[in-house]
């Protein structure tokens, strides 16, 4: 999980902090298969599922880490509508590429700040996400293993645009931030 994050114009003033996310950390993905064959080379594809990860968030202080960062956990549920289109198949293995849209909602989105945990920036619960991707599927003896390598991007900003009491300077220094996923997967079919 990622952030294509926008830094603010403030960030040029020697005195603002600068955003980055600087080290990707893996989560899990569990959904569950839904296949309409609509050709022998096109699928309608629905996974419905959750997902859960987290992305940190560090902020540098003229090109000097500072040792603030801020850990934003996320719980998704998901609900992608892809299409599959499937190339011919070579002895047990079948290409393809895949592309559709995924809305996720973050159940561990805040609606407020907590004072319990220095967490200074909100996201938005709802996104829209587009994904591409390309797989292998692979014909085997009792059932068809998939992999699939997929990317996906939101189309919307999920920063949420108040400021935490006391601590503005976290919210000062991003203008927009976009949610960016690479997804690993393994399908058993």
């Known amino acids: 999980m990622d952030f294509n ?3 603010s114009q403030q960030y040029y003033q020697s005195d603002s902090l600068y955003p980055e996310v600087s080290k990707l950390n893996p ?4 959904q569950i298969i839904t296949d309409m064959r609509l050709s022998d080379h096109l699928d309608v594809r629905f996974l419905p599922g959750v997902s859960f990860g987290q992305r940190v968030i560090r902020f540098y202080k003229n090109r000097v880490l500072v040792n603030d960062q801020q850990k934003l956990e996320s719980s998704f549920l998901e609900f ?6 499937k190339g011919d198949r070579m002895n047990n293995v079948r290409p393809y590429v895949i592309g559709g849209l995924n809305y996720r909602y973050d159940l561990a989105g ?3 700040f907590d004072d319990a945990k220095p967490i200074f920036l909100r996201i ?5 996400y587009y ?6 599927d692979f014909y085997l ?3 068809k293993l998939s992999v699939e390598l997929k990317m996906s991007n939101g189309l ?34």
């Open 80 to 85: 992608p509508l892809l299409l599959k289109y």
């Open 27 to 30: 989560g899990i993905n569990i």
């Open 124 to 128: 938005k619960r709802p996104d829209l």
């Open 141 to 143: 003896t009792y059932f």
């Open 110 to 112: 805040k609606k407020e």
């Open 156 to 189: 919307g900003d999920v920063l949420i645009k108040e400021a935490a009491p006391g601590h503005p300077q976290y919210y000062n220094a991003i203008e927009k931030i976009k949610s960016q996923i690479w997804v690993l997967a393994f399908h058993f079919e």
């Open 5 to 7: 994050i926008t830094p």
């Open 131 to 136: 994904e591409l991707g390309a797989g292998l």
